[in-house]
């Protein structure tokens, strides 16, 4: 299968194609194997940027397509921490505007803004006990979402499932599972992994 399908075939995809052509973007494009100090501090042999994927055409419109699969239909919106959620939360964003379900979109500043309302949450305001899922590009220890969620408890919204497109299953499900917060992701480090090696042979 290419990694570079067209446009007009990833809009009306299947989920296993859309799955596939995401995966194998994602092994070619935003994993890379060497000596790594992540954002948690920890060591690693590889890195996956996944910006380099999602804020593509394509990639925006696959990873927007199979996360707005995944959300309940009581959702009211999607939110991530910024910098690597903003591409995802838009991308579902826009995604479920053409499929005739519009969600809002809310970015996370990792500091309140210094100037005007001084807030740290972008986006439409929604209800009190609006129910918010909160997006994410790779996984690790889970730290990060986790600042997603709590600033969006703290202004009323429900907040009890985080979705991801990479889990480096390093602690990260754990974590959330601790803290009462349902989890999953599009693909774990395995299966990019496989296809790394899949796409090198």
Same mark, same amino acid.
């Given at each position: 299968m290419t990694t $570079?399908?067209? +446009?007009? *075939? /990833?809009?009306?995809a299947d989920t296993a194609t859309l799955r596939q052509c995401? =995966?194998?973007q994602i092994a070619t494009e935003a994993y890379k194997e060497g000596d790594f100090i992540l954002s948690s501090?920890?060591?690693?042999?590889?890195?996956? $940027?996944?910006? +380099?994927? *999602? /804020?593509?055409?394509a990639?925006?419109?696959?990873?927007?397509?199979?996360? =707005?699969?995944?959300l309940d239909p009581d959702i009211a919106a999607v939110a991530g921490l910024t910098l690597g959620a903003d591409p995802i939360v838009?991308?579902?964003?826009?995604?479920?505007?053409?499929?005739d379900r519009p969600l809002p979109a809310l970015i996370i500043r990792k500091k309140a803004k210094g100037h005007g309302t001084q807030a740290y949450i972008e986006?439409?305001?929604?209800?009190?006990?609006?129910?918010?899922v909160v997006l994410e590009d790779v996984v690790t220890t889970g730290k990060s979402a986790a600042q997603a969620v709590e600033r969006l408890q703290d202004i009323?919204?429900?907040?009890t499932e985080i979705i991801a497109v990479v889990d480096r299953q390093q602690g990260g499900s754990e974590f959330y599972a601790s803290q009462n917060l349902k989890f999953s992701s599009l693909f774990t480090i395995a299966d990019v992994q496989k296809a790394y090696q899949a796409l090198k042979s």
């Open positions: $570079n399908p067209s +446009l007009s *075939t /990833l809009l009306t995401l =995966l194998n501090g920890q060591k690693s042999t590889y890195y996956i $940027n996944g910006k +380099l994927v *999602t /804020l593509t055409a990639g925006g419109v696959m990873t927007g397509r199979l996360i =707005l699969q995944q838009s991308a579902v964003s826009v995604v479920s505007a053409y499929e986006g439409p305001s929604l209800p009190e006990g609006a129910k918010v009323g919204y429900q907040v």
